[in-house]
């Protein structure tokens, strides 16, 4: 284990002193087009398998930097958790040792706080206003704020809203959670969330959740459409409540460790890469979108949608008031984002 450990370390050094060289190369001869200079490879973590629609964007986010940097640039895209669980993932690349990752900003939070406003439930009027707040100059701000802990903002996906599931029983109203075992994500506010409405939280890293379902370690978790779908959570919990308590963004960080040593062009050409891989997630996510639902339905889910959700956000505005003010006054100006 410390051997493997060693030689991990050893070759994210290998990674960034290869991106050191071709940058001094680069910086020799600014005027260079994209195609001349030495190769860069850089790696991409996704916790998601390779045929999910925000692995798929991924891959348009790589092949768009490939095409533009005339085959320069390379961006392996490594799916299903192979360089480890989302925590785990971003202190990899807090250190450089991975260059990106595309994660929920839910765990990003623990390590950049102020992106805590950004999941809060029932914050946003609709998909269309998130994307707003993502695209205008709160995104660009959050982005910013990244820089301190060591993290460079790429971009953004579509997440869709998150819904309860739970092995046990329908639930129609937050009353129906009491004392159900739900797993979140490893945030501290999701944990005060799911405790707010009575229930039991339990953090867990993503990989984890199938089995604490199976075992009954866990009675339940929450989570869009084609997570549920994909993941097969709808084999061990089939009552799916359609709440839609939050959309918590998906975005793509890259280790400002290894980016630093990317020219300012090659930086510039990977986040328009990245903003332009949207459109094309987006689209997959929301047939996606449809297909798990079609196929959860079909293995036998029953679903519930609260068709009032007034009750519901009810039940989490105590979570509001529970924000530093920075939290708050960014809420209120995503409140104000038309
Ligand atoms: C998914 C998200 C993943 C992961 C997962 C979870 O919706 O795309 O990045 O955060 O939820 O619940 O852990």
New binding site residues.
Partial sequence: MKVRKLVLFAMALLAMASVVYANGEKEAAPAAPAATGKPIVLRLA???PAN?P?TLGDMKFAELVKERSGGRITIEVYPGSQLG??KAVIEQVQFGAIDFT???I??LAAFVPVFNALQLPYLYRSEDHMWKVLLGPIGKELFASLEPSGFVGIGWFE??A?NFYNSKRPVAVPADLAGLKI????SELMVGMVSGLGAVATPM??GE?YSGLQTGVIDG????W??YESTSHFEVAKYYTVDEHTR?P?IIIGSKISLSKLSQADLDLIKQAALDAIPYQRGLWAAAEKAAEAKVKAGGSMITVIADKAPWQAAMKGLYDKQPSAIQYLVKRIGEVQ
Wanted: no cysteine; net charge negative.
């Fill in positions: 996704e916790t998601h999910y925000t669980q989302e595309r994660v929920s839910s765990p997440p869709g998150r797993r979140v994500q490893e890293p993503y959740v978790a929450e989570n869009n084609p997570s918590v998906e």
